[in-house]
Structure formats: C-alpha cells, structure tokens
C-alpha cells in the first residue's frame, strides 16, 4: 500500500545517506574541492590578486561558499544518472510510492549533506583570515539563502541526471561545471572585466550568491554600478533560486515519472 508523499522521500533521503555513508567519495570530493581552491587561489596566487579596499581571502571565502551551493548541478546530476544507469529509477518506478517522492528524496538528502559540508570550508575560511563582520541575523541569513541556491541547483543536476541516464556521461558533464564559477564574481570582482564578459558573469546565477553572502556577511558591499542581481544580491539569489525551482522541480518529477521513453 502506498505510503504519503512526505513519507515516501523521507523513505528516499534515508537511503541516500545510508549511499553517502556507505560510498562518501563524490561527497568528499565536492566538498574538499572548496578547500583547495582556498589555498590554491588564497595562497598561491594570493599575493598577486588585488581587491580593492579588502584583503583577499576575505572576498573569496563567500565566493567559494556560493560556489559550493552550484555544486548542486554536479552531485545531483551523477546521483540520479547513476540511479537511473543501475536501474534504481525503475525499480523505484514498480513500487507503490509517490512519484515525487524520489527526487525530492534525493534533492532534501543533497541540502542535509551540504549544510554539514561546509563546516569543513568555513573552519578552513576562519583559519585563512576571513570573518564574520556583520550581525549573526545576517550572517544566518546568508546561510539560508546559500542553503536554499543548493537546493535548486540540485533539482537542476537531478533533472539534467534523469535526462542523461547514463554514468559515465554524467561524471564527464559534472567535471565541467566547475567552470561555472569560473564565469562568475566567485573568485574575482567583475569590475575590471570587458563589458560583454561582465555582464556575463553578473548574470551568473553564482554572481548574485558570492555578492549576497559578501553582503550579508559584511565583507563586501554590492557594487552599485553592477548588473541587478550583482547590485540586489538578495533579491537576485531569491529571483534565480525561485526560477530554478519553478522550472526544474516539475520537469524532474515528469522526467521520473517517464522513466526511459
């Protein structure tokens, strides 16, 4: 007999922690990459990369918290490639469950994950110089919406995962979405940039992030000249959260409950 939606994906998170538990290298990997990034960026190439009126590492640490939210795209994507390569989708599909309780399974399972992962980058941060300069409301605040960004970037990866069906194909796509924050204020300001490229990159849905979580955290303030959701970046974190959400939630739940046709 059919369970209820709620407990159905809670049935599903509960088997995608048991996965991490028990196979934790797509986990460690995503969320050790931040890391080096940080000493690669804030170490390496530190001394050689100005921001004006701030240090560094200081700019860089909510960068590579935005970035970790994007990394959504990557591990929802292989996780439900890989369900779907095995036949975990269509065996999930002959049960008497809701339809929507698999990706939302996998997706809240994704979110509880990462709020643990980024203890790790944040002690790291600390330990590098950065701080927390503005008030805990914000500073929680940031947290939330970098939470609620991962979210629906994993509903992304969860889609596009679903679409792909295949493992391997997955694990090569996901490689190259750590470009992604390349094309974005992640690691760098955009003020200097041609302005074609700029305002590429302030549309970067991880522009609007990094500036938010600079802004809430009292690093950085907004630039006023930017693109609107660089110079707004808690509305814009809002605006691109809610439209991933709104475009890639029904189209995983569709494309699971298709399967492979």
């Not at 986990?27 to 001394?47: A, D, E, K, R, W």
């Not at 760098?188 to 074609?196: A, E, H, I, K």
């Not at 808690?234 to 991933?244: D, E, I």
């Amino acid at each position: 007999m059919a369970g209820t939606p709620v407990a159905d994906a809670l049935a599903v998170l509960g088997r995608h922690l048991q996965r991490v538990k028990a196979a934790p290298g797509v986990l460690i990997m995503t969320q050790t990459m931040p890391i080096t990034m940080l000493l690669f960026f804030g170490y390496v190439f530190g001394s050689a990369l100005a921001v004006p009126g701030q240090e560094y590492r200081a700019f860089l640490v909510p960068g590579l918290l935005a970035a970790t939210a994007a990394n959504g795209i990557m591990t929802g994507m292989f996780q439900s490639a890989q369900d779907c390569h095995r036949g975990v989708m269509d065996r999930f599909r002959t049960l008497p469950m809701s339809r929507s309780a698999v990706p939302f399974g996998q997706t809240a399972a994704d979110l509880l994950t990462t709020t643990v992962g980024m203890i790790p980058l944040i002690l790291a941060g600390l330990a590098a110089g950065w701080r927390i300069e503005g008030g805990p409301a914000a500073a929680l605040g940031a947290f939330g919406l970098l939470l609620l960004f991962r979210f629906a970037t994993a509903w992304v990866g969860c889609w596009l995962g679903l679409l792909i069906r295949n493992e391997e194909a997955a694990g090569q796509l996901g490689a190259a979405t750590f470009a992604l924050p390349l094309l974005s204020s992640a690691y760098l300001p955009t003020g200097n940039l041609p302005d074609r490229l700029r305002l590429l990159t302030e549309w970067n849905p991880i522009s609007a992030a990094a500036a938010m979580a600079r802004d809430l955290f009292g690093n950085a303030a907004p630039a006023a000249d930017a693109a609107w959701p660089v110079a707004h970046p808690v509305a814009g974190t809002l605006l691109w959260s809610a439209m991933l959400l709104t475009v890639a939630v029904p189209l995983s739940v569709r494309r699971y409950a298709r399967g492979g046709e």
